[in-house]
Nanobody, 121 residues
Framework: EVQLVESGGGLVQTGGSLRLSCAAAGFTFADYAIGWFRQAPGKEREGVLCVSTSDSTYCADSAKGRFTISRDSAKNTVYLQMNSLKPEDTAVYYC???????????????WGQGTQVTVSS
């Protein structure tokens, strides 16, 4: 059974940092890209924030400079380090797994349940 479990969300003040984790199981981790997404209250799920494959990473312009993605293949886990957080970063953050190097949310096959990030002003 494929599982993606996010953790690390919480309440943080403006300017603070959080590190989200996405623990994967049930598939060959090295063969899949893991992407991070978010969905703010009342809004659609945004496009990919950052993507990690076994040998490369990508972050959208909206994430560059504040968000960093990394992968621990020994733990089948991908992390999203988020710094200088702003109230507009408040959202449910999801990780997802997809083949190749998917940059569209529609190209991801498996999704986690999400973790809430709330940034207070």
């Amino acid at each position: 059974e494929v599982q993606l479990v996010e953790s690390g969300g919480g309440l943080v003040q403006t300017g603070g940092s959080l590190r989200l984790s996405c623990a994967a199981a049930g598939f060959t981790f090295a063969d899949y890209a893991i992407g991070w997404f978010r969905q703010a209250p009342g809004k659609e799920r945004e496009g990919v924030l950052c993507v990690s494959t076994s040998d490369s990473t990508y972050c959208a312009d909206s994430a560059k400079g504040r968000f960093t993605i990394s992968r621990d293949s020994a733990k089948n886990t991908v992390y999203l380090q988020m710094n200088s957080l702003k109230p507009e970063d408040t959202a449910v953050y999801y990780c997802a797994a997809g083949s190749g190097f998917p940059l569209s949310k529609f190209d991801y096959e498996y999704w986690g349940q999400g973790t809430q990030v709330t940034v207070s002003s």
